[in-house]
């Protein structure tokens, strides 16, 4: 049999896309996973060094030579394929407790040997805003995978939040389903006292929901523009008061807000929008200034245009009139790696900025 990264089900991964920084939430070093596996035909099926895969007459292509899955993508072989090392019929438990590496915290290499902390957020609980799916659940997934706990909010689709609630403590993480309208302030608080009461205090504030109706100007009706600007700055305004007393108490704390590159580089039909994340940029700035000397940081990630599951309300995506040095959509890991990136204990320094992440489709500041 032959497997390939687009041709794993469950996986978001294919080969046009670029390896990611680490496994997460694994405890092993990529160059060291060796072993004989078996699949549901008990034929015999190699783990080499280079995490290239052999089997008699079978052979089995990870298409990880050029970078590497996730956690949840390893998980997936497994299950999906019916792996199991040696004689252990539970595979997801096979992955987390047989692979030969480092132990569980400690440190591990990615695809160019560069060392990561898999379990640097330990300790720490995050509230992740819109977490049920795109670049908010990729975010929630990739924070726990460094050892976060995991606050999901979702505005109305609680299915899909306990989905990735599910996935969370698959990773050995705990997670709470919170339903709430971050535009009602109330809402935002009740949500912030259960997360403390269930998981401890908010240390990471992810503002990633929002609303991206397209609609041209002068066919633009107040209640529509209200709501897109309720969203994205009042839901950042509410649950920033909501979790910054939790953050100052410690004397630490991570605020990550989601712009976008719209109101930089300027998109027709989008003047709410536009004028959301200006605002949003604004108030994240001024959170950077008025915290920065008690140990609370605060971005802005402005991602481009990322390949995402659009709403009908979130209208078409607009079209790029030339393509970026980097000729493709991004993907939502992507954005989740420079949250990670900016949750990091050793980022304490990098504040009130805005992280561009659009393959250089706008390079300004």
Known sequence: MTLRRNGLEGSTHDPSRPPLQAMRGLACTLASVAGTWRSPAQTPVKFTR??????????????LHNGSYNARGLQDLARHHGLARGDDDHPAKAWRSELRGTSIGGAI?????????????????????????????????????????????????RDAAEGVAREIRGLGRNSLVQVADIVDREAVRA??????????????????????????????????????????????????????????????????????????????????????????????RALAVEFGDRGVTANVIAPGAIETVRPASAGVSPSRHSSPPVPRRGHVDEIASAALFLAQPEQGYLTGQIIHVNGGTYLGT
């Not at 049920?132 to 606050?151: E, H, K, Y």
């Not at 709501?227 to 410690?250: E, Y």
Request: hydrophobic share 45%; with cysteine.
């Open 191 to 284: 949500m912030v006292r259960a997360a403390n009461a269930e998981l401890g205090p908010i240390d990471i504030l992810v503002c990633n929901a929002s609303s991206r109706g397209q609609v041209d100007f002068l066919d633009l009706d107040y209640p529509s523009w209200r709501r897109v600007i309720d969203i994205s700055l009042d839901g950042t305004f509410h649950c920033a008061q909501a979790t910054l007393p939790g953050m100052l108490a410690k004397g630490w704390g991570r605020i990550i807000t989601l712009g976008g590159i719209s109101w930089h580089a300027g998109t027709k039909a989008r003047a709410h929008n536009l004028a959301a994340k200006a605002g949003l940029t604004g108030l994240t």
């Open 109 to 157: 290499r990615d695809a160019g040997g560069m060392s990561v902390n898999t379990q640097s957020l330990a300790g720490k609980t995050a509230l992740v805003t819109g977490g049920s799916r795109n670049i908010g659940r990729a975010i929630a997934l990739r924070l726990a995978a460094a050892g976060a706990d995991i606050v999901v909010n979702t505005l109305s689709d």
């Open 50 to 63: 280079d995490w290239r895969v052999a089997g008699p007459g079978a052979p089995l292509t990870a298409a």
